[in-house]
């Protein structure tokens, strides 16, 4: 069926390295993409989303890029820092009769001191 | 404040038991969605509505049922607990598919 994939499962950086998490969708009707931040016990959190008609979208030191063409976009953190360790989840919004935000497995980011 | 809100924050009770899940938003958005989410895991939807009177089965929606008799309020029942539904639940609400999800803060439910 539809689905997101998301990589790495796993990611450790120092601090101040770049992290970058790439997804891939099946659905090439998508038409939205957020990503979430989930820090230990916690909620997840928007902390950035894009639509198609748009190639790439900065806040501060976060970017998510998007390649419709190849059905895939990325999150990107420059400058990373102790705080930025949390579970990050990307999203496509897919088919189901409407459409639903359906989710990748995840990628757990450490940053090292 | 506008939020979504989910009751009990913790819950543990013995197989065979039925229990409700609370959720409620005051941000008046139409859809809303139930997931399971292991810790720091993949989240699992196991069912959503679009509004009032309008429920829809995700993909793990057999051993329970939902509700939306009210656009705030979006309870989740299992009607008979087993241990395999320990897990934490996660309810979302967003005003539409082109819009990121506000979460609740969960219900950990464990099942002895």
């Known amino acids: 069926g539809e689905n997101v994939e998301q990589h790495p499962s796993t990611l450790s950086v120092q601090e101040g390295d770049s992290a970058v998490i790439k997804c891939t969708y099946s659905?090439?009707?998508?038409?939205?993409f957020p990503w979430y931040k989930q820090e230990l016990g916690k909620r997840p959190q928007l902390i950035i989303d894009i639509r198609s008609n748009v190639g790439e979208k900065k806040d501060q030191r976060i970017a998510v890029t998007l390649n419709k063409t190849a059905k895939h976009f990325s999150l990107h953190i420059t400058e990373t820092q102790p705080e930025d360790s949390a579970v990050y989840f990307c999203a496509a919004s897919i088919r189901r009769g409407s459409y639903i935000p359906t989710f990748g497995r995840g990628t757990s980011l450490i940053v090292h001191p | 404040e506008a939020d979504i809100y989910q009751t009990p924050r913790y819950l543990v009770i013995g197989t065979g038991k039925k229990i409700t899940l609370e959720c409620s938003q005051t941000?008046?958005?139409?859809?809303m969605y139930w997931y399971q989410q292991d810790p720091g895991m993949e989240l699992h939807l196991i069912h959503y509505?679009?509004?009032?009177?309008?429920?829809e089965k995700g993909d793990l929606s057999s051993e329970s049922t939902v509700s939306r008799i009210r656009t705030e309020h979006f309870p989740l029942t299992l009607e008979s607990a087993r241990p395999s539904h320990t897990s934490q639940y996660l309810c979302a609400s967003t005003p539409s598919a082109r819009e990121g999800y506000t979460f609740g803060s969960g219900t950990r439910l464990t099942v002895v």
């Open positions: 941000m008046g958005h139409d859809k």
């Open positions: 509505s679009y509004g009032v009177n309008s429920t």
């Open positions: 659905d090439s009707a998508s038409n939205y």
